[in-house]
């Protein structure tokens, strides 16, 4: 049950386009298309933006876009704005009924 | 609305037990899938155990064997048993849904969080 590994941190200006990737196994992302992303601003909980590796739950800017190649899930923001300066989690079904989650990934817009 | 009010965080010793409950509210715990995701201080998300609406229940490895999931169906309650407790163990604690067809796809709903914290 090893991490899921994300980039420590991104940075983008308002306006911009920014992608966070997420690398698993072929044990995870690789062999099931259950990949979910999370947004988590400081001292709040967690807050679901995709799930099954590209769709959007309601309520969720059309602006967040996931998507997924072999072993690898990317997590696509466009249009970017200060409200989008958060944390975000990626998160893959491990098999077992085990889930692992990313270690995070710290956006910054400049 | 969907809600999940946990409770029963605090300060605890090495070694010793702690029972973390989370209320539900707006929909039936034992016909959802529901678990634990922990978030050590400054650190990322780890997901803890998951009881499905059968019953079954499953734990990451580095609890196995020292944390215990469980629900009281006529409370609508959720509950994280926790013994044997460990300076790592310390974090905040989240009870989440686990929404989806099974294995479950994603984590929808999410409390507050209550803090956990293992020290001498």
């Known amino acids: 049950q090893s991490a899921l590994t994300q980039p420590a941190s991104v940075s983008g200006s308002p306006g911009q386009s920014i992608t966070i990737s997420c690398t698993g196994t072929?044990?995870?992302?690789?062999?099931?298309?259950?990949v979910s992303w999370y947004q988590q601003h400081p001292g709040k909980a967690p807050k679901l933006m995709i799930y099954?590796?590209?769709k959007r739950p309601s309520g969720v800017s059309n602006r967040f876009s996931g998507s997924k190649s072999g072993n690898t899930a990317s997590l696509t923001i466009s249009g970017l704005q200060a409200e989008d300066e958060a944390d975000y989690y990626c998160?893959?079904?491990?098999?077992?009924?085990?889930?692992?989650f990313g270690g995070g990934t710290k956006l910054t817009v400049l | 609305e969907v809600q999940l009010v946990e409770s029963g965080g605090g300060l605890i010793q090495p070694g010793g037990s702690l029972r973390l409950s989370c209320a539900a509210s707006?929909?039936?715990?034992?016909?959802?899938?529901m678990s634990w995701v922990r978030q050590a201080p400054g650190k990322g998300l780890e997901w803890v155990s998951v009881?499905?609406?059968?019953?079954?229940?499953y734990y990451a490895d580095s609890v196995k064997g020292r944390f215990t999931i469980s629900r009281d169906n006529s409370k609508n309650t959720l509950y994280l048993q926790m013994n044997s407790l460990r300076a790592e163990d310390t974090a905040v604690y989240y009870c989440?849904?686990?929404?989806?067809?099974?294995?479950?796809?994603?984590?929808?709903?999410w409390g507050q969080g209550t803090l956990v914290t293992v020290s001498s």
């Open positions: 707006g929909f039936t715990v034992s016909s959802n899938y």
């Open positions: 989440v849904r686990l929404s989806g067809s099974y294995p479950g796809t994603d984590f929808d709903y």
């Open positions: 009881i499905y609406s059968g019953g079954s229940t």
């Open positions: 099954e590796g590209s």
């Open positions: 998160c893959s079904y491990a098999g077992s009924s085990t889930w692992v």
């Open positions: 072929s044990s995870d992302v690789g062999n099931y298309n259950l």
